[in-house]
């Protein structure tokens, strides 16, 4: 089975489990954070913060050997991106520019760290989808579907995108040329 379609199924198993309303987002977080770990990544724990940005941050891929001042606090130039994460993606008008709004912070900090939207699984009939997908430097989508989940899942109608390989692909060049490419 795809490493997308199993995290859907890892995170609808506790989804249903478990009815605490900030459950999915942290262990979507997690799980996520396990793989890029599998990946060789340098990643933090989930919820911390860089000095000078006054927002907790879902994940942050750091360079090679740097580490966290208490486990929690990062230097701006420790970082290579920053990554926002969504189970569903972001819910409102509000909850785009709520993310615009960190990103923006971030590159005040230092403009060479890479903001990345990450979601597991998006409607693409969403009204705000298309805003979704300009959001940060990068936006990478791992599931896409034309209706609600619960109906998608049951249909089979998910599409895979392929952006996880995007991804790790991108971050790896980054970490080892210090370049983001012209392409992804």
Sequence with gaps: MKKELKLLNTIMKFRGEMKAKKFIGA???ELLRKEFIKEGL????????????????DLIILKKR??????????PEQIVAVLEIK???????EGIENVKKVFNSIKRANKE????YLTISENTNYKYYSEEQK??????????????????????????????????????????????????
Excluded: M
């Design 27 to 29: 262990l979507t977080i």
């Design 42 to 57: 340098n990643v933090s724990n989930r919820d911390v913060f860089i000095k000078g940005v006054p927002y907790e941050l």
């Design 66 to 75: 740097k580490k966290a001042q208490e486990n929690l606090l990062y230097k």
């Design 87 to 93: 189970f569903r993606g972001v819910y409102s008008k």
């Design 113 to 116: 760290i890479k903001c990345i």
């Design 135 to 184: 959001l940060g430097d990068f936006s990478f989508f791992l599931l896409e579907r034309k209706t609600n989940l619960e109906s998608a899942i049951k249909k089979g109608k998910l599409h895979i995108t392929g952006d996880w390989g995007k991804l790790i692909k991108a971050l790896r060049y980054k970490l080892e040329i210090n370049d983001w490419g012209s392409k992804l």
